[in-house]
Structure formats: C-alpha cells, structure tokens
C-alpha cells in the first residue's frame, strides 16, 4: 500500500506565493507520472500539472507561467511552487502518482493525496 502526505496548503494575498509538497511512503519500486489536481467549490476536479519520470512536464492555461512543478526521485516527492497568486487559484489541491510497487508487477496504480486547502484572498 502506498501513502501520499500533502503539506503547504494556507491562507495568502493575492501576489503571494506557496510551495506545495506531497511524499509518497510504503510499496514503491518506481513512480511515472506525477500531478496536481485542484477543485473549487462548485466545479469539476481539473488538472493543474503534470511531471513524468524524465521530468516532461505540462500546465494548465490558467497557471502556466505561474506555478511550477518538480520532483524529487530519491524521495517519492512532488513539488508544487505557487507564485503571483490568485484569487481564483483558491480551491482543495489533491497530489496523484502513477505507482509500480514491484519490480515483479508491471501495473501502475493510481494514488491520491487527502488534498490541502489552498485560499488566496484580500
């Protein structure tokens, strides 16, 4: 079984930053892909960024150029910087990582973090 712990989330201005981290623990031989995931009040979960393996990554519109996502291999870690913040960035943002347990099982299973609050505003 594996464990995804969030940690960063708060309440900050608009034009203030935040650095999200979410570290997987338990069965892990290798992890493909990476993300983050954010959903406001009354709407659908969307995609905020992605990061692969070979650190390819993609954005959402709406935060490209603003948020940055990286990761860190030996520690079963991503990162998500959050600058020149929004108020419309405030939603619960959820980590998600594309899991091998085992060398032995070629299947990659999702996990999900329990999501972090994320609130910009004046």
């Known amino acids: 079984q594996v464990q995804l712990v969030e940690s960063g989330g708060g309440l900050v201005q608009p034009g203030e930053s935040l650095r999200l981290s979410c570290a997987a623990s338990g069965s892990i031989f290798s992890i493909n892909v990476m993300g983050w995931y954010r959903q406001a009040p009354g709407k659908q979960r969307e995609l905020v960024a992605t990061?692969?393996?070979?650190?390819?990554?993609n954005y959402a519109d709406s935060v490209n150029g603003r948020f940055t996502i990286s990761r860190d291999n030996a520690k079963n870690t991503v990162y998500l910087q959050m600058n020149s913040l929004k108020p419309e960035d405030t939603a619960v943002y959820y980590c998600s990582m594309n899991v091998r347990p085992h060398f032995r099982d070629w299947r990659e299973y999702d996990y999900w973090g329990q999501g972090t609050q994320v609130t910009v505003s004046s």
């Open positions: 990061v692969t393996s070979r650190g390819s990554t």
